[in-house]
């Protein structure tokens, strides 16, 4: 009786609880923000034990003292910081593993931590940054398990339908987000992440839950008063972000649309003669001259016509724009600007990265802000463009801060010079490597000195001040020498794209969006197609396609998705996303066709897998022109 009377008055009581497990030696004593003085460890294993004892009643003692008891007793402002050793040591009791403690448990645990007032809060958000990667992942999975029970358990699926349900608010549910946001918060500022950002994702909400007509309420709610899963983002993964942002496209050109046909009926009624407002964007340019023409035919539209749908028609050629040409626009578009002749970008030999160049000049407004509206369009047109720059970018666009490791990515040689003068602990710096806060640039043929701090050129550089001076040069390099071309370019960019929708982002999902990647599964490829017309899978000519196929070399497996789809990279989803058909035709004298708009081959009935291999691989050359097939 006596030991339970202790497990019951231990449990029960704050203090007790908090006196527990502290660290030996008189460490414990000193308590701070930074130093909460306790062992983690020996609470695990305490916690432990207890899950092994085999008397249920005083199992069942510890569980009522901690869920009614000790939770209920926790303050928004604590007396001092001993008493919030609490929040450390209370997310290794076992039962926390079980999402269906969650309304006893989970929740008055989370509602407790929201409830800390400013300071408490801050320190328990230090101690569990600064815990290990072990704990910290603990702690997310048993909050992410209890999401996801709360999801199933609250909104289930209709026996053998496939309706999604509307979300809505749950207080249990908006309190385990709560904390998960906390979580992902702590592990994003970190100077080096705990954990992988895709290890906060849900990956069944998307099937779970209709988040279009979610994202539809988030976006028209101008209050922030609905509960939606989009002020959680880092739930969603790629797919469910590529859903998402789709969504926007279809709204904003949908509206775009609209006020066209609105604007046109509104003019009719006072000017009968009035033309049809366009709905679509129509760029008619040449071969030639493909980069002044789309700056000419651009310049007709506002920032509300570029929402529409875009529409290309190449000078002299019969094809019908559904999809195909304008791929076809937007690579060879991009593949102009880029040309050095432009001296817009310069590209570095060690990473065949681009960049934008120091030289800017005023009359390349137009041009930085087009490259600009075409990454904006080829979202908006769901066209996968091949911009390689970096990962730099992408975080400019989205207002986070840039790092050595962006440096790195554009010039490893850049990278590798700034890392070793960080990493050189001798006093004698300043003589092995003798620089100063400044740097040189070619201006023209004549090399420029550029002050990277007011006096900076007789400013050297010291284990002192070495911090300061990798971080103005990288400054310098991804932000102050290129910060007018940008900003043009930035300009074009959300003219399209400006809105909520880019917040669902991280830096390298929207890289992805922009310019697809190169994991390709060509297995999937297989598996997703689809045959038409004639065509099974068991024909003895698909089987012989599939086998050629997969015997080609990596470039040329790249040559034949450009060559059908107009692209070699692949959407932010993966191949599934990619669905390609296969239909017969009668004479095999003929190459294969690609109808590229609709991801269709036109593959004749040859009569060997050798003539096939011939014309296939024939066929996959021709990547250039569109005419009627």
Not at 176 to 188: G, R, T
């Amino acid at each position: 009786m006596d030991l339970i009377s202790l497990v019951e008055t231990v449990f029960k009581s704050l203090a007790c609880f908090n006196a527990s497990w502290l660290l030996p030696n008189y460490e414990h004593i000193c308590c701070t923000s930074k130093h909460p003085g306790v062992d983690v460890g020996a609470a695990e294993e305490a916690f432990e034990c207890i899950r092994k004892i085999e008397h249920d009643t005083l199992k069942q003692l510890i569980w009522e003292a901690i869920s009614t008891e000790l939770l209920s007793s926790l303050v928004a402002s604590p007396a001092d910081v001993e008493t919030l050793r609490v929040y450390l040591t209370l997310p290794m009791y076992h039962e926390f593993i079980n999402a269906k403690n969650y309304a006893k448990l989970h929740s008055p645990f989370s509602q407790a931590v929201q409830n800390l007032q400013k300071i408490p809060l801050k320190i328990v958000t230090q101690w569990w940054s600064n815990q290990t990667k072990e704990y910290f992942e603990r702690l997310l999975e048993n909050f992410k398990n209890v999401v996801l029970y709360i999801m199933e358990f609250k909104f289930p699926k209709v026996v053998g339908g496939d309706t999604r349900q509307e979300i809505r608010y749950e207080p249990n549910l908006a309190a385990m987000l709560n904390l998960m946001a906390m979580l992902y918060k702590i592990n994003h500022t970190l100077r080096t992440e705990k954990l992988p950002y895709e290890q906060f994702h849900i990956n069944e909400i998307d099937d779970m839950f209709d988040i279009r007509l979610d994202y539809v309420r988030w976006v028209s709610d101008t209050n922030g008063t609905y509960f939606s899963l989009c002020n959680y983002p880092f739930v969603f993964n790629a797919s469910a972000k590529t859903l998402l942002l789709q969504t926007d496209q279809s709204i904003q050109m949908h509206q775009a649309m609209q006020n066209s046909v609105n604007q046109t009926g509104l003019l009719a009624m006072f000017l009968p003669e009035v033309q049809t407002i366009a709905q679509y964007i129509v760029l008619n340019v040449t071969r030639e001259n493909i980069v002044q023409d789309t700056i000419r035919e651009l310049a007709q539209y506002t920032a509300n016509d570029l929402k529409k749908p875009i529409k290309i028609r190449f000078h002299g050629e019969e094809a019908e724009d559904a999809g195909g040409v304008r791929k076809e626009f937007f690579m060879l578009l991009l593949r102009d600007i880029l040309d050095p002749k432009y001296g817009m970008f310069k590209t570095f030999e060690d990473s065949q990265s681009i960049w934008f160049t120091e030289d800017y000049f005023e009359n390349e407004d137009a041009m930085f802000a087009l490259i600009g509206i075409l990454c904006g369009l080829a979202i908006y047109n769901f066209t996968i463009i091949n911009l390689p720059f970096p990962l730099a970018l992408y975080k400019k666009l989205l207002g986070e801060e840039v790092d050595i490791k962006d440096l790195r990515d554009l010039s490893p040689m850049m990278a590798q010079s700034m890392q070793a003068i960080l990493d050189y602990a001798e006093s004698d710096l300043e003589e092995v490597f003798d620089v100063t806060f400044s740097t040189t640039r070619d201006y023209f043929g004549e090399m420029q000195t550029i002050e990277l701090k007011p006096g900076g050129e007789q400013i050297r550089v010291t284990q002192d001040n070495k911090q300061e001076f990798v971080q103005l040069y990288i400054d310098y390099v991804l932000n102050k020498s290129v910060e007018k071309s940008f900003n043009q370019f930035h300009f074009g960019f959300m003219k399209v794209c400006g809105g909520r929708v880019l917040k669902l982002f991280k830096a390298h999902e929207l890289m992805a969006v922009i310019i697809g990647n190169q994991e390709y599964d060509w297995i999937a490829l297989e598996e997703n197609a689809e045959y038409k017309n004639g065509y099974q899978s068991g024909d003895l000519q698909i089987r012989w396609f599939w086998e050629v196929f997969h015997e080609l070399p990596l470039e040329e497996k790249k040559k034949f998705l450009l060559f059908l789809t107009g692209c070699d990279r692949i959407p932010i989803q993966g191949m599934k996303a990619i669905k390609i058909f296969i239909q017969p035709t009668p004479d095999d004298k003929f190459l294969p066709v690609a109808h590229t708009c609709f991801n269709l081959l036109d593959l004749p009935r040859y009569s060997t897998k050798e003539k096939l291999r011939y014309k296939l691989l024939q066929a996959i050359q021709q990547t250039q022109g569109f005419s009627l097939v």
